[in-house]
């Protein structure tokens, strides 16, 4: 016998309050999934000085912050998918002080380098997904992308990436969970459909390959739909796991007047108002992609402009650009010997001496950015990348707290600004912004 025949008015009051719930569930509207974090690997921190490596991700703590690394980078070269830099990625003899497990590699071993540490990095953290991100010259794309190549492209990057044929004699099956496809930037209405056949393609080739989970296909996305002419992105949102925003570069080294790197909303003066973060999310999802796919991009660097005339603390002032980038972990020294201005609404920050002038996200902004895509119910957050962070994580610590907090007001009715932080003695506060 059920035992609410025994207890029906019992069964009554745990209806009621069922149905209590579910309207209340209904009321605060649809609940966003889990928010991810990704960010880029770059294979060249070997390179560095002094090296960044896969090691930094598990000593500072970042790689349990982490949902997906997407490993930069997979090249495309002659219709195929290459190894970018075979010396980097499979040949490099790691020593026991610079590798992921605190052992040396053996030159012998057939699998040695930043792929060997990326897989001791997954043995680590069984969670955290690993994607081999493809990125070559916009070119080498356009052949690969071909009606006549397209097919065979596809299966050297899956057969090499996916399923693990690295190499002669060098095989790690599932070292990589998927694709993230970086095409800057189709030209013309042809590319435009041979950009989707080949998202097609490559949907339809990764959802072959056995496994106990699903191989996922991702894209990284230009900061605004613009720059993919004859390009259907409801379509492309049917096909990708992730739409990766590319929510920086809005001001650069190219321009010879200071502005926002990335700019989460306009703000007052800026020549370029429609180059924002918020723009350009309004932009994807009103062209056909669900918030649920959208990672918003978080830069871990800035640039910067020397001979700035002390006027408005050097926002939106003529200068002489420096056409290099810098990794906020650099940015940040910079600190204690300038003043830190911010935008209230954004949070968006910058530094300003009397003669330099510097354009960056940092902890307070990244975690503003993170709680508005937490709010607007993005999939998360995507990181151009891991190298820029500190030694601690500062940065992914700030968006995983950002995302938790999640609770960002829609722009039409942003929330009160926290309080200003007191200003050090003799920093000048901006009007609209905050001193830090």
């Not at 490559?202 to 739909?225: H, I, K, S, Y």
């Not at 790197?261 to 723009?279: F, H, I, K, S, W």
């Amino acid at each position: 016998m059920s035992p609410f025949r025994l207890c029906p008015r019992l069964f009554a009051f745990v209806c009621a309050l069922l149905l209590l719930a579910s309207a209340a569930a209904q009321a605060a509207g649809p609940q966003p999934p889990h928010s991810m974090v990704v960010g880029y690997l770059p294979q060249w921190g070997l390179y560095s000085t002094p090296p960044w490596l896969a090691r930094e991700l598990v000593q500072g703590g970042g790689a349990e912050l982490l949902d997906q690394v997407n490993y930069a980078q997979g090249g495309v070269r002659g219709g195929r998918c290459v190894i970018a830099d075979p010396e980097a990625d499979l040949n490099h003899v790691y020593t026991a002080e610079l590798s992921v497990n605190g052992k040396a590699d053996l030159p012998t071993a057939p699998l040695r380098g930043g792929l060997h540490q990326l897989q001791l990095v997954e043995q680590r953290y069984p969670r955290l997904r690993a994607v081999i991100s493809l990125e070559g010259q916009a070119s080498e794309f356009a052949v690969a992308a071909q009606p006549a190549n397209r097919a065979a492209f596809v299966a050297s990057c899956v057969d090499m990436f996916v399923r693990g044929h690295l190499a002669p004699g060098v095989e790690a099956p599932r070292l990589f969970e998927g694709v993230d496809v970086d095409w800057e930037f189709p030209h013309g209405e042809e590319e435009g459909a041979n950009y989707m056949a080949l998202l097609a393609e490559f949907r339809r080739q990764l959802d072959a390959v056995p496994g106990a989970r699903r191989p996922v296909l991702t894209v990284a996305a230009g900061p605004g739909t613009r720059r993919y002419p004859g390009v259907d992105w409801a379509q492309v949102a049917g096909l990708v796991d992730q739409v990766g925003l590319m929510n920086y570069d809005y001001n650069g080294p190219w321009q010879q007047q200071t502005g926002m790197n990335a700019p989460l909303y306009p703000m007052e003066g800026d020549p370029r108002p429609q180059n924002t973060v918020d723009g350009t999310v309004a932009e994807y999802e009103a062209a056909g992609v669900p918030g649920a796919k959208l990672l918003l991009g978080v830069p871990f660097y800035g640039y910067h402009w020397e001979g700035v005339a002390p006027v408005n603390h050097g926002l939106f002032q003529p200068g002489q650009s420096v056409r290099e980038d810098r990794p906020y972990r650099a940015i940040a020294t910079l600190v204690p010997q300038s003043t830190i201005y911010r935008d209230e609404r954004s949070q968006t920050p910058w530094l300003y001496d009397g003669h330099t002038f510097w354009t960056f996200d940092d902890p307070v902004s990244a975690a503003a950015k993170a709680r508005y895509a937490a709010g607007h119910g993005l999939a998360g957050v995507m990181v151009w990348e891991l190298s820029g962070d500190t030694a601690d994580a500062q940065m992914l610590r700030a968006i995983r707290t950002g995302l938790k907090a999640g609770a960002a007001p829609p722009p039409s009715a942003p929330s009160a600004p926290p309080p200003p932080a007191p200003a050090a003695a003799g920093a000048a506060r901006l009007p609209g912004s905050a001193v830090q």
